[in-house]
């Protein structure tokens, strides 16, 4: 569909060879398991890469984490060969960030191949300054005929399953690399802070998967530096760190970022954890990640340090990113006829409603981190996502979810489609309210695709109420297949620059296409 090449141009490649390139596949930067020391000698260093994120036309943030103190610099170009740079002088990295820094970078030209540098700089000298970390990312074209080209799953390092050294590490990362994609959208469960790294997990063959182990990740994360330790956790693997340099992210969040099935309020009866305090728990958690990734919406002066945002990728796309998680009233039957807080609570939905309707993007992707028709339990009675197995009319939070479809509908919103992990399969659903209890909506499809780097588990019941009807499945027949057993899922959407048309493609670890969907654009239902 696009006219642009899956792999890396050669300026690509060349910008992130003096930087990342390591021969092995899986290289853990130096001090790994402990925290930066202020008694350091040398130039500070910048062992964990660099992340670019939340780009559009003419802004983006950079990210770093560097060794010891350090005042973040960071240099953008036009070129690999840094003729003429502009500078940006970021922030003193200490202890209260856990040594990690973003910069703004605002006033770049649009639709532009855009080369930086991290350089970290000592705070009591400034003529020393370590070796630079180079990356690269495309801004947002301002026209359409380049196209738009992105990856979207989710789920890394969950059940057990870590960085595999015998298997080269999160190699699915490098795999997405090759596509090269103008981004890559995380949906969420970025870390498992509520799963432990053990050094070995025996298989049902008898062979035996080993993990690279840290300190923080023996054990659920309470801390704040546990938390800090689990999302440092993922930054051991060479694929992700290169995979971070070359592709820009639109990250958000899930369950496992804090623990499994988790909702405000909610008091935890679960020995492994010393504080029960559901809300403590993900407001250390809501910090590091805060650190950790470059999150527009994270930075200081916002409204709440909220994590749903609207990010716009020239005239052909608009991804508006949820947070299912941080509004949401508790886990229960899911059955009641009046909720206004729902899964994404009232503010949210007004935002996502006025923003939808503002959009004048030829599509507009709902990035969720749940589905909305598969029946995910929690537990005997009660349901973690939106849908509870009964096919009727709205109940609990389906009314919430009807009434955003209701004003997709009548105010003739067209191009919108919901893309989403968390389930640990892929699979295609398209919703058609003939098929539906609920019938005052139009058609639209809704993919899953996961996990990166974590188990396999079988597919969910679908739920009526929306009409969804499965195109497509691939899962395994068992629960927790490890990745050794069960190949990892990545989505890709290209939207063409010419016609429009947006294609989706299913794929697995091994470069396989396991599903392709062809939508165009300002048609209903498809």
Excluded at 211 to 223: F, L
Excluded at 292 to 315: C, K, N, W
Excluded at 422 to 434: G, K
Excluded at 491 to 518: A, K, M, N, P, Y
Aim: aromatic share 8%.
């Amino acid at each position: 569909m696009s006219h642009r090449q899956p792999s890396p141009s050669p300026r690509r490649r060349s910008v992130l060879r003096g930087s990342l390139a390591v021969p092995a596949a899986l290289a853990v930067p130096p001090s790994a398991g402990a925290a930066p020391s202020f008694a350091l000698s040398g130039r500070p260093q910048a062992g964990w890469g660099v992340q670019a994120g939340d780009v559009t036309a003419h802004a983006g943030l950079v990210w770093v984490r560097s060794d010891r103190p350090a005042r973040m610099i960071v240099e953008t170009s036009a070129t690999e060969s840094f003729r003429d740079p502009r500078r940006w002088r970021g922030p003193l990295l200490g202890p209260d960030t856990d040594f990690t820094g973003t910069t703004r970078l605002r006033g770049l030209p649009a639709g532009e191949q855009i080369h930086y540098r991290v350089l970290l700089q000592d705070p009591d000298d400034p003529r020393r300054t370590g070796e630079p970390v180079a990356g690269t990312f495309r801004t947002t074209p301002r026209g359409r005929k380049q196209g738009v080209r992105f990856l979207w799953s989710g789920d890394i390092a969950g059940q057990g399953w870590g960085i595999n050294p015998d298997r080269g590490g999160y190699r699915v990362f490098e795999e997405m690399r090759r596509r090269d994609p103008d981004f890559f959208l995380c949906s969420g469960d970025n870390i498992y802070a509520d799963g432990p790294i053990q050094p070995s997990v025996t298989l049902p063959d008898g062979s035996v998967w080993r993990n690279v182990t840290t300190e923080e990740k023996s054990k659920v994360a309470e801390s704040l530096a546990e938390f800090r330790g689990a999302f440092r956790y993922n930054l051991l693997d060479e694929n992700l760190r290169r995979f971070n340099a070359q592709v820009p992210s639109i990250v958000q969040w899930d369950d496992h970022e804090v623990r499994n099935n988790w909702y405000p309020g909610q008091i935890l009866d679960d020995a492994r954890y010393t504080e029960k305090d559901v809300n403590v728990l993900a407001r250390r958690s809501l910090r590091a990640f805060g650190e950790y990734f470059p999150i527009s919406t994270q930075a200081p002066g916002d409204e709440d340090g909220r994590m749903y945002r609207v990010l716009r990728h020239g005239p052909l796309l608009d991804v508006f990113v949820l947070d299912m998680r941080s509004y949401r009233n508790a886990n229960s039957p899911n059955r009641q006829p009046d909720d206004a807080t729902g899964i994404l609570g009232a503010r949210q939905l007004a935002w996502l409603k006025r923003e939808l309707s503002r959009s004048r993007a030829v599509w507009k992707v709902i990035a969720s981190d749940m589905p909305l028709g598969l029946v995910v339990p929690d537990g005997r009675t009660n349901f973690e996502a939106v849908a509870q197995g009964d096919p009727g009319a709205p109940l609990g939070r389906e009314l919430q979810i009807a009434e955003l479809l209701r004003h997709i509908k009548h105010r003739k919103i067209t191009g919108t489609l919901w893309l989403t992990a968390d389930v640990h399969y892929t699979s295609a659903q398209h919703y058609d309210p003939s098929r539906a209890a609920f019938k005052d909506f139009a058609p639209f499809w809704e993919f899953v695709s996961g996990p990166l780097a974590a188990g396999g588990f079988p597919a969910t019941k679908l739920d009526g109420t929306f009409g969804p009807e499965q195109k497509f499945v691939r899962a395994p027949s068992r629960a927790n297949t490890s990745p050794a057993e069960t190949p990892q899922h990545f989505g890709e959407v290209d939207i063409d620059g010419d016609s429009g048309d947006l294609t989706v493609r299913l794929r697995q670890e091994g470069g396989g296409v396991l599903f392709t969907q062809v939508l165009r654009p300002g048609r209903v239902g498809q």
